[in-house]
């Protein structure tokens, strides 16, 4: 039958069929962006800060108990009214960081089955909570006492209160876990659907729009574009509450090296190593010539998430661009959180950034010092007269049988007074270092 058609009815046949699959595509990848769209949105803006919410709620309930607990230590000591103040401080702290975390879930939607165990929890909470008022009670009567046989007396009613308050404490605390692990299941359902929808819509889609093309097109947006993009997610996030309060983060500068056909991209020259230059008993030097671009990324050291980013060609020294990125992550926080301290290696050496991250963002950093400072001299001088402190972490070796646990210890000395780095301050360095006044 179709071989009957004439030429013009079977080119129309052909349009049709091909604007019929294009539309079957459109479909199945509107379908498809739906479906991702709508579990990051359940992720990103509700299961990731209910999680939040309710952990700080959790460790604030912690440590309420463990500044309770502190109470206990001064038994004896019967001139210790400054110390129960501190530890009514320290409750009253964790408290906030309670009240804190309440208001981020609280306003969030939940499921039928999260509102039911959040009910359980409330009854929970609201028995706990009582009883732990009257522990505070007995603390601020204690911080009021001023004799021993008063004392006495409230440590007797102090320790019955506390016992009584344990188990309490345990269903409360167990109530807690049982809503974070709902909204754990809710969120790992959630990536579910998304990978699902991924995978669906990769197996629909086929032909002209596959995974080479929309690789294809990525690559083809402006980097300018991508910044923007990205810096406007990291913003999202930020609003919707998903950094802490206080980040410490970390910036560092890496080369993305491509082919010299790359659009856009730049030129360095750098020397190989010497290993790559021994050449017949002489050592050669040999420079070679790298082409491609370079990324600045600030990162949450803790969840390792990027708060900022900036591109520019190989050839851009690191320090050009700090400036630039580091203001980007303040704009991408905004008011909804604050960026404490900042982690670089000695690419960023520059006595003017430091003192502007200082002084005028009041940002604390830390960065390696070089040997061949004065300043690194100092401080290992000053090491006897500085705070020391032990750290150590467990790490695991080996695979296999041979697997094993080591712990890492070192010692960490803390220094204050080093007027050394003449090139720290506003200026920089430069000949007014060495000047008289």
């Known amino acids: 039958m179709f071989k009957n058609l004439s030429i013009k009815w079977k080119l129309a046949i052909l349009v049709v069929v091909m604007l019929l699959a294009l539309a079957a595509v459109g479909v199945a990848g509107y379908s498809g962006i739906r479906q991702v769209g709508g579990a990051m949105t359940e992720i990103g803006t509700n299961r990731l800060p209910s999680i939040q919410g309710l952990m700080m709620a959790s460790e604030g309930q912690t ?14 000591d019967y001139a210790a009214a400054k110390e129960f103040q501190g530890v009514l401080a320290l409750r009253q702290k964790a408290w906030a ?25 409330e009854a929970d909470w609201a028995e706990w909570k009582r009883s732990d008022d009257q522990l505070g009670s007995t603390i601020t009567a204690l911080a009021n006492n ?21 188990p309490l404490f ?19 359902e959630s990536v579910k659907d998304g990978t699902a929808a991924i995978a669906a819509a990769d197996t629909t889609i ?11 097109y990525i690559q083809a947006i402006p980097l300018k574009l991508l910044e923007w993009l990205f810096n406007g997610v990291v913003a999202l996030l930020a ?16 080369e993305i090296q491509s082919t010299e056909n790359c659009e856009g991209c730049g030129m360095v020259r750098k020397e190989k190593g010497p290993e790559l230059r021994l050449r017949k008993g002489r050592i050669k030097k040999v420079w070679e010539q790298v082409f491609g671009f370079k990324i600045w990324v600030i990162w949450d050291s803790a969840s390792s998430l990027p708060l900022a980013l900036r591109f520019a060609t190989i050839e851009t020294a690191d320090l050009t661009l700090a400036k630039e990125v580091i203001l980007q992550a303040c704009a991408n926080l905004g008011s909804h959180a604050t960026l404490a301290s900042l982690t670089f290696d000695r ?47 467990s ?30 301050g506003p200026l920089g360095s430069g000949s007014h270092e060495h000047a008289k006044d």
Not at 349 to 356: C, H, Q, S
């Open 63 to 76: 440590a309420v108990k463990s500044a309770t607990l502190a109470t206990a230590i001064y038994e004896n």
């Open 97 to 121: 960081n309670i009240d804190a975390g309440f208001k981020i879930y609280e306003p969030l939607p939940q499921t039928k089955e999260e509102a039911v165990l959040w009910k359980s929890f």
């Open 146 to 166: 001023m004799g021993e046989a008063g004392q006495k007396a409230l440590y007797l009613t102090f320790y019955k209160q506390f016992l009584s308050s344990r």
């Open 170 to 188: 345990n269903k409360a605390e167990a109530s807690l876990n049982k809503v974070v692990e709902l909204n754990n299941t809710v969120a790992d």
């Open 206 to 216: 086929r032909g002209p729009i596959c995974a080479d093309s929309v690789a294809a």
């Open 239 to 254: 609003a919707n509450s998903f950094f802490p309060k206080n980040i410490h983060a970390s910036l560092d500068a890496s």
């Open 347 to 393: 690419g960023f050496t520059d006595g003017a950034l430091w003192w502007w991250l200082h002084h005028e963002l009041k940002i604390l950093f830390f960065v390696p010092a070089k040997s061949n400072m004065h300043v690194y001299h100092d401080a290992l001088a000053s090491v006897h007269d500085g705070i020391r402190q032990t750290r150590e972490r």
């Open 395 to 424: 790490r695991t070796v080996g695979h296999g049988r041979n697997k094993a646990t080591v712990v890492d210890r070192w010692d960490v000395v803390g220094i204050t007074g080093l007027t050394s780095a003449g090139f720290y």
